[in-house]
């Protein structure tokens, strides 16, 4: 079943149980995945494109409920956090500190990346090897470790 689907399937089953929060995250998720259909020439998307599109929503929602908490409205903040929680169901497993550094090593000894001018490059391998189970942030943090030790 597509991604698209199964979000259609759990709007619905958010709708049943009257849960607002999900049922917001949801179709926001679908509005997002709609239009990144439209937008394109092909009309389906690939996995990988609409994990791309999921992520997305997931860091729009944390840089917000940051920008709530700044600006002391915890509740507001607090929603978003529950959205990020129904709309990261979606994605792959998350890989752990030590697998995320064990893979950066190996694309920086496979490109024979040494210094720091390689960043950009590796980075973007590992932003491709990597999508969807590390956020580009953490990627670009270790690549940037281990290129700088």
């Known amino acids: 079943m597509s991604l698209e689907k199964t979000i259609m399937e759990e709007i619905k089953a958010a709708m049943r ?3 607002k929060i999900a049922l917001d995250a949801l179709r926001s998720v679908k509005s997002a995945i709609l239009y990144a259909k439209t937008e394109g020439k092909d009309k389906e998307l690939s996995e990988s494109e609409e994990i791309a599109i999921i992520q997305k929503q997931v860091k729009m929602r944390k840089d ?3 920008q709530f908490i700044t600006q002391d409205r915890p509740e507001m903040a607090e929603n978003e956090l529950k959205q ?5 169901r979606f994605l792959p497993q998350q890989i752990s500190a030590d697998e995320l550094t064990t893979e950066i090593i190996a ?5 024979g990346a040494s210094s720091m001018k390689d960043m950009g490059r590796v980075v973007s391998i590992a932003n491709q090897k990597l999508a969807g189970k590390a956020e580009s942030k953490k990627i ?3 690549v940037k470790k281990q290129l700088n030790p």
């Open 17 to 19: 149980a009257k849960d």
């Open 64 to 66: 917000a409920s940051e």
């Open 84 to 88: 990020i929680e129904v709309i990261e």
């Open 107 to 111: 694309i920086i000894q496979k490109e």
């Open 140 to 142: 670009a943090e270790e």
